[in-house]
């Protein structure tokens, strides 16, 4: 088997036929990227996962890893898994019960005496932690060490690329943090393409770089993560009113006394509940538009600590049945922010209003506005 | 004993072995397809595969005979369409033996299959295992345990099936002693032979021995397979860490 000294791109466009749905996809992920799936149950996300691994069918289409195709319809080349090696990784894990977790890391290598370019085992397992349970048998461990065992498997298998179809499912939420911790230094480390799955956006704020967004099986948008993911018409698809805008800044000040962090964004400070990402660390900042309040001037008697410049630029109707109002705006970029210039601005805010409010305030585009939210309505993820 | 009783033990042994032999892929075979295929007309074939174990024994040897051998001994379906005709030993003996013997393999076989979680052998092969190499290192040593507990149930099986082989041997050699497999020989000896009680004793005895190390060999095999099945099945959120 000859081997590609360098990780290479992932390139997959594919037309699959599932039972009433007929799915048309394409997307690319860079070694060291994540794109992310993302889109409602039964939009074909994990069966686009499971074609480009090879282990379901296809239509048409092509999958390449840098210029080689691993599959291409019109050239009548179709590779197997193992020649693919494009590694799935879901929820259950999937180890193999009747070897114990040094075997089942070890079966990509030795288990079918292969040698190949591959990150060291030993580097993998003291990242992982896993030193004190080679001997155990996959069903003495917890599910978090099963999904770090599976996530070892897969990487010391030396993949081309890593399927993530919802990893962290079956992990009990208050364990999930750490473990996405660790998955989020996956593409750093290991230079792969990462395409991920996951029903959980925070997950996907964490992770992805680009998003895909899939509605029964035709992609609805695509493009880089904090433009698609602040797109209110397609997150309040996705989220209803959990929708919200994505911010990308960066931490500035801790304020030990209150317990409160100040995140630079284009230049404005936002304040938000203290969070344990170090002065200098990228974050990103969820508020959902429905927390999200418009005001002429900046108001002097609110608990509000948030009150961030802009412009409108759109004004539109949201909601099932055009019920409520979405008010999209762009935060202006402070003059003095030089030093936050390498953070892209851009990516649209929106507030979710009453069409009365709207009309008694007289919004329309290009007007001035000061958007409020609380501290407690923020989110706050590390973003690599 | 005697060459009577000897004789009988061993071509009781053959016909087992050999039925096996024949039994074993078959059973394994339909096992496969039953647990992890799903297709419109699926509960004819299982109906069809577990209907012996459904039927009087001697019914079985009344359809073999009908199909194949022809009452008499004059030949069945099986002659006007080839010009052959089923003989007692050993295709008949054999043959009576595996449909007794198939139905068992795949009851014990289905549900053993049906628990191994179908997505082992997919991440094996995007792990860079071949079809062959996922095959040997991940179903194999998955399934044997069961795969063995199904064998020693099927020798017992074939080795006592005694109600289809006692009608063919009545029909295809009426008169015939001797040469014959175990429990036919027991009730031959029984009925036809001066000290047959002693004959008896000697096979029944040989018979209990084989049937317990088999069916302990089937136990074990089954036990080890079930430990795997509930490790599985536990409710994995609630174990302890202890890292």
Redesign the interface.
């Given at each position: 088997m000859s081997e590609q000294a360098l990780p290479r791109t992932l390139s997959v466009e594919l037309r699959l036929q599932q039972p009433g749905l007929d799915i048309r996809a394409q997307f690319r992920v860079l070694p060291g990227k994540v794109c992310a799936l993302v889109g409602r149950t039964g939009s074909g996300k994990s069966a686009l996962l499971k074609a480009a691994?090879?282990?379901m069918p296809a239509k048409g289409g092509r999958i390449a890893l840098g210029t080689d195709a691993v599959y291409d319809s019109a050239a009548r080349v179709n590779k197997?898994?193992?020649e693919?090696?494009?590694?799935?990784l879901?929820g259950?894990t999937?180890l193999?019960?009747?070897l114990n977790v040094k075997a089942n890391l070890q079966?990509?290598i030795k288990?079918?005496g292969?040698t190949r370019r591959a990150p060291e085992f030993e580097k993998v397992v003291s990242w992982l932690?896993l030193s004190?349970?080679l001997n155990r048998?996959p069903?003495?461990?917890?599910?978090?060490?099963?999904v770090k065992v599976a996530l070892g498997?897969?990487l010391i298998?030396g993949?081309n690329a890593l399927?993530l179809d919802d990893p962290l499912g079956?992990v009990?939420a208050h364990e999930q943090e750490a473990l996405l911790e660790l998955l989020a230094e996956v593409p750093d480390r290991f230079k792969v393409p990462v395409v991920l799955v996951s029903p959980r956006m925070n997950e996907v704020i964490r992770l992805a770089d680009e998003v895909v967004i899939l509605h029964e099986g035709r992609m609805a948008s695509a493009g880089p993560a904090a433009q698609i993911l602040s797109d209110v018409s397609l997150s309040t698809f996705l989220e209803g009113v959990h929708a919200g805008s994505v911010l990308e800044g960066e931490v500035k000040r801790h304020d030990i006394d209150w317990l409160l962090s100040e995140v630079d964004v284009s230049g404005q400070r936002v304040t938000v509940p203290a969070t344990l990402h170090p002065v200098g660390s990228k974050v990103r900042l969820k508020v959902r538009a429905r927390d999200v309040t418009l005001h002429r001037a900046v108001p002097t008697d609110t608990s509000c600590s948030n009150h961030l410049r802009g412009r409108i630029t759109q004004i539109m109707l949201a909601g099932e049945h055009g019920t409520y109002g979405a008010v999209g705006m762009e935060l202006d970029r402070a003059l003095d922010a030089a030093d936050s210039s390498q953070v892209k601005a851009g990516a649209p805010i929106w507030a979710l209003l009453t069409r009365k409010s709207i009309q008694k305030m007289g919004w329309a585009p290009g007007q001035p506005v000061v958007l409020g939210f609380k501290a407690m309505a923020t989110t706050v993820s590390a973003w690599h | 004993m005697s060459s009577f009783e000897l004789e009988a033990l061993s071509l009781s042994l053959q016909v087992a072995v050999i039925t096996l032999l024949i039994s074993t892929p078959l059973a394994v075979v339909l096992a496969t397809v039953m647990a992890r295929t799903a297709w419109r007309g699926k509960v004819v074939l299982d109906t069809l595969i577990l209907l012996p174990m459904g039927l009087p024994p001697a019914v079985i040897g009344f359809g073999l005979l009908i199909g194949l051998g022809g009452v008499g001994g004059n030949g069945g379906w099986l002659h006007s369409w080839t010009g052959y005709s089923l003989s007692f030993y050993p295709a008949g003996a054999i043959i009576a033996a595996s449909v007794m013997t198939v139905p068992l393999m795949v009851r014990i076989l289905r549900p053993a299959f049906e628990a191994t979680?179908p997505?082992?052998l997919?991440?094996?092969?995007?792990?860079?295992?071949?079809?062959w190499?996922g095959w040997w290192?991940?179903t194999l040593?998955?399934v044997w345990p069961a795969v063995a507990s199904a064998m020693a149930l099927g020798l017992t099986a074939a080795w006592g099936e005694s109600g289809a082989t006692l009608v063919l041997a009545a029909t295809l050699r009426p008169h015939h002693i001797g040469d014959t497999t175990a429990p036919v020989a027991l009730v031959q000896a029984l009925l036809n032979q001066q000290d047959g009680e002693d004959a008896a004793w000697h096979l029944a005895l040989v018979s209990l021995l084989i049937a317990m190390a088999a069916i302990a060999i089937s136990e074990w095999g089954r036990q080890r397979w079930r430990r795997?099945w509930q490790?599985?099945l536990?409710p994995?959120?609630l174990?302890?860490?202890t890292?």
């Open positions: 691994a090879g282990l197997p898994p193992h693919r090696r494009i590694t799935w879901d259950h999937h193999f019960p009747h079966y990509g288990g079918l292969i932690d004190s349970l048998r069903e003495a461990l917890t599910v978090s060490q099963r498997r897969a298998s993949p399927l079956e009990p | 979680d997505m082992l997919p991440v094996a092969r995007t792990l860079g295992a071949s079809r190499q290192t991940i040593p998955l795997r490790a599985r536990r994995v959120g174990s302890v860490s890292t």
